[in-house]
């Protein structure tokens, strides 16, 4: 079962002196309820499966195929998508909730339960070395079984303009709600009070808005599709036919997105001239505003794919986090039982131990608050991450619309076509991947930074000692200072001051003989430096790189080897499939042409007369306007004019006598010869 258990689910009742720590007893027949709830969503997934498989086979039919046996069943049935990736960005927030959904029940695979049941719950170590590689097939085949089960939702947002969509898309959606309801308010874990009890509802949080999400989006467009049929009707009952026609205007030349931003590229030189006016404390504060204030632009949207992506790997990551917290609730409640349950008997040996005992609940104390701590930072670290992808994404975007590709080291592109398809084709996945391991990474590197403070300076300082790190400081403190502030400080001084001109604003030396001495000095004690240095050089980028390992937007290898890092090749190729599908100015240059063919297909037989009776002076304007682009031609290129002139006077000489004028031409040559 997928979507039943939860973590609260497995974590048993612990009781340490009395206490439950926030949870109350469960009853057998509250736990009986929860599991006959898990039940149905058992059955009601595989009865859906069917469901499913029949709507997706039905939608189909709506699709036509556009390139293969046309002829053949009108064109039907069609390839029916489930999401647009490449140039689609409406309802992106409706597909983003349905992979919230769609996440949810595969992530609850991954943590042991299942749909099908059809592995054996038992099995022996000899059976699990011969055929431990079904259970690979089996999950499989659970994961394809849910995507297959959420498709109609997808594929019913995709075709939003269809009525008969809407309605199927509305009545699929309502029983998976009554589901999930029931599940909530059958599930004795819901009325725990205390971490539990939070844990158990924020885990489920995401879901439930997720449907609703969904829900909305089907119902805002049923009433939209249905706004727009009555508008229509109306239009042809009541309007005249010039009215219906300007209808049709307005509609076929409504203003996309894409215009939207072309329109806003016509500005950008009006903005550089005021900026140019301005004085520089108050262009400088503007930058700093522009800088921190998230700025929009008119008309940029950002792409279905790069939205899904991140929502995925968000939710994934919410999952992971509160899967963490709910494993250390778990280990130290069962920890503190076995410690309770222990020091009952050592007391009875030696009541001494009654010492050592509270500086061990001390230390499980410590270890709970630096988990915890741990792991919401390390989670929100990546979280902000993810989002600063959206702000390099439009960053990089508006340059390589400028046709800027200075910014990467890949040119204008990485490689084949198909490899760049191939390597864009893999960035969600990876951005996901990345997340996760980067959360992970993150944990451990400030789990142990905070344990070794703890232990090594605030628990000790608050005993009343020193502790080793403090320790270590006052030993070695003069020793770090020296090579590490001390002599660089120096240093500094001395080539600001000293061995440069004006005061260390030109680079040419002065005091040459001071500076060859100092030098020489300098050459050892550089060494003492060159090792404090070489750890920061080996500090910075390890730090660096577990912080930003979660980021696909920025390489993590060195200058020059950048193509050897996957992730950033996939951000890149990512973004130029994106540019060649959706260049603003070329979308807006074919939806032009569209906008005009199908204005002239819908043209009325009214404006058609009016075309036709006003067609001489049409005709009349036109010759005069070639007329005076020819002239202007003709003034700007003398030579042209001569050539026309004496073309224009042989043909005269050819009308009027009725001979060849080059027969003419070269006899008479032949006479004066």
């Known amino acids: 079962?997928?979507?039943?258990?939860?973590?609260?689910?497995?974590?048993?009742?612990?009781?340490?002196?009395?206490?439950?720590?926030?949870?109350?007893?469960?009853?057998?027949?509250?736990?009986?309820?929860?599991?006959?709830?898990?039940?149905?969503?058992?059955?009601?997934?595989?009865?859906?499966?069917?469901?499913?498989?029949?709507?997706?086979?039905?939608?189909?039919?709506?699709?036509?195929?556009?390139?293969?046996?046309?002829?053949?069943?009108?064109?039907?049935?069609?390839?029916?998508?489930?999401?647009?990736?490449?140039?689609?960005?409406?309802?992106?927030?409706?597909?983003?909730?349905?992979?919230?959904?769609?996440?949810?029940?595969?992530?609850?695979?991954?943590?042991?339960?299942?749909?099908?049941?059809?592995?054996?719950?038992?099995?022996?170590?000899?059976?699990?070395?011969?055929?431990?590689?079904?259970?690979?097939?089996?999950?499989?085949?659970?994961?394809?079984?849910?995507?297959?089960?959420?498709?109609?939702?997808?594929a019913c947002i995709n075709h939003r303009r269809s009525i008969a969509a809407n309605i199927i898309g509305i009545l699929?959606?309502?029983?998976?709600?009554?589901?999930?309801?029931?599940?909530?308010?059958s599930c004795p874990a819901r009325f725990q009070t205390g971490i539990f009890g939070v844990v158990f509802h924020l885990f489920r949080a995401p879901i439930y808005i997720a449907l609703y999400v969904v829900g909305v989006s089907y119902v805002l467009d049923f009433v939209g599709n249905m706004t727009c049929i009555i508008g229509r009707c109306r239009q042809k009952a009541n309007a005249s036919k010039s009215a219906e026609h300007q209808f049709e205007y307005e509609r076929v030349y409504k203003i996309s997105h894409h215009m939207e931003y072309v329109t806003n590229l016509l500005r950008q030189k009006r903005i550089i001239e005021d900026s140019k006016s301005m004085n520089i404390i108050k262009l400088k504060s503007r930058m700093l505003a522009r800088k921190v204030k998230y700025e929009k632009v008119f008309g940029f949207r950002y792409s279905t794919r790069l939205i899904c992506c991140l929502t995925v790997a968000v939710t994934i990551l919410f999952w992971v986090m509160v899967q963490m917290g709910v494993l250390i609730e778990s280990v130290l409640i069962w920890l503190r039982a076995l410690c309770s349950s222990s020091n009952?008997?050592?007391?009875?040996?030696?009541?001494?131990?009654?010492?050592?005992?509270?500086?061990?609940?001390?230390?499980?104390?410590?270890?709970?608050?630096?988990?915890?701590?741990?792991?919401?930072?390390?989670?929100?670290?990546?979280?902000?991450?993810?989002?600063?992808?959206?702000?390099?994404?439009?960053?990089?975007?508006?340059?390589?619309?400028?046709?800027?590709?200075?910014?990467?080291?890949?040119?204008?592109?990485?490689?084949?076509?198909?490899?760049?398809?191939?390597?864009?084709?893999?960035?969600?996945?990876?951005?996901?991947?990345?997340?996760i391991w980067g959360w992970a990474v993150l944990?451990?590197?400030?789990?142990?930074?905070?344990?070794?403070?703890?232990?090594?300076?605030?628990?000790?300082?608050?005993?009343?000692?020193?502790?080793?790190?403090?320790?270590?400081?006052?030993?070695?403190?003069?020793?770090?200072?020296?090579?590490?502030?001390?002599?660089?400080?120096?240093q500094r001084l001395v080539c600001q001051f000293v061995f440069l001109q004006g005061k260390g604003k030109v680079l040419a030396l002065d005091n040459r003989r001071i500076y060859n001495a100092t030098s020489y000095y300098f050459l050892v004690l550089n060494i003492i430096v060159g090792f404090f240095s070489c750890l920061k050089r080996i500090l910075y980028p390890l730090v660096l790189g577990i912080t930003y390992l979660s980021r696909l937007d920025?390489?993590?290898?060195?200058?020059?080897?950048?193509?050897?890092?996957?992730?950033?090749?996939?951000?890149?190729?990512?973004?130029?499939?994106?540019?060649?599908?959706?260049?603003?100015?070329?979308?807006?240059?074919?939806?032009?042409?569209?906008?005009?063919?199908?204005?002239?297909?819908?043209?009325?037989?009214?404006?058609?007369?009016?075309?036709?009776?006003?067609?001489?002076?049409?005709?009349?304007?036109?010759?005069?306007?070639?007329?005076?682009?020819?002239?202007?031609?003709?003034?700007?290129?003398?030579s042209l004019a001569l050539k026309l002139l004496e073309k224009r006077l042989i043909e005269e000489f050819q009308v009027k006598t009725g001979k060849d004028f080059a027969q003419v031409s070269s006899s008479s040559a032949g006479h004066m010869v």
């Open 1 to 154: 079962m997928a979507s039943g258990s939860s973590p609260v689910d497995s974590v048993d009742d612990y009781s340490v002196d009395g206490h439950h720590h926030g949870r109350r007893n469960i009853t057998a027949i509250e736990l009986s309820s929860c599991h006959k709830a898990n039940e149905n969503i058992d059955t009601f997934f595989k009865f859906f499966f069917v469901v499913s498989v029949v709507i997706t086979i039905a939608l189909s039919f709506a699709v036509r195929r556009k390139n293969r046996l046309l002829k053949c069943c009108w064109g039907r049935p069609g390839i029916l998508q489930p999401v647009n990736f490449v140039d689609e960005i409406g309802r992106r927030w409706a597909y983003a909730a349905c992979f919230v959904i769609l996440t949810y029940n595969v992530m609850m695979l991954f943590d042991g339960d299942s749909y099908w049941n059809l592995m054996p719950k038992k099995t022996d170590k000899d059976w699990m070395k011969k055929y431990g590689w079904v259970k690979v097939l089996n999950k499989l085949w659970e994961v394809l079984s849910v995507c297959l089960v959420y498709y109609p939702l997808l």
């Open 172 to 185: 699929y959606l309502i029983p998976w709600i009554m589901v999930y309801t029931e599940f909530f308010l």
């Open 344 to 435: 009952r008997v050592v007391y009875a040996v030696n009541p001494v131990f009654k010492t050592f005992s509270g500086s061990i609940c001390e230390v499980m104390i410590a270890i709970k608050v630096l988990s915890h701590i741990a792991n919401a930072l390390s989670g929100i670290v990546v979280i902000i991450f993810l989002v600063n992808t959206l702000i390099t994404y439009k960053r990089c975007w508006h340059r390589l619309l400028r046709g800027d590709h200075s910014w990467h080291v890949f040119g204008s592109r990485i490689c084949t076509p198909h490899s760049t398809l191939l390597k864009g084709l893999k960035f969600g996945g990876f951005q996901v991947a990345y997340a």
């Open 443 to 490: 944990f451990m590197l400030l789990w142990v930074i905070f344990m070794l403070l703890t232990f090594g300076l605030v628990l000790p300082l608050t005993k009343g000692e020193t502790g080793w790190i403090l320790d270590f400081f006052i030993d070695h403190g003069a020793t770090l200072m020296l090579g590490i502030f001390v002599i660089p400080f120096i």
């Open 554 to 638: 920025q390489p993590l290898i060195m200058k020059g080897y950048e193509k050897t890092d996957p992730g950033y090749a996939s951000f890149v190729s990512m973004l130029l499939v994106d540019l060649h599908h959706n260049h603003p100015v070329v979308k807006t240059f074919v939806e032009i042409l569209l906008q005009a063919k199908e204005r002239q297909k819908n043209a009325s037989d009214e404006i058609g007369s009016y075309w036709e009776k006003d067609n001489e002076e049409l005709r009349r304007s036109r010759r005069l306007r070639n007329r005076w682009l020819k002239t202007v031609t003709l003034i700007n290129n003398p």
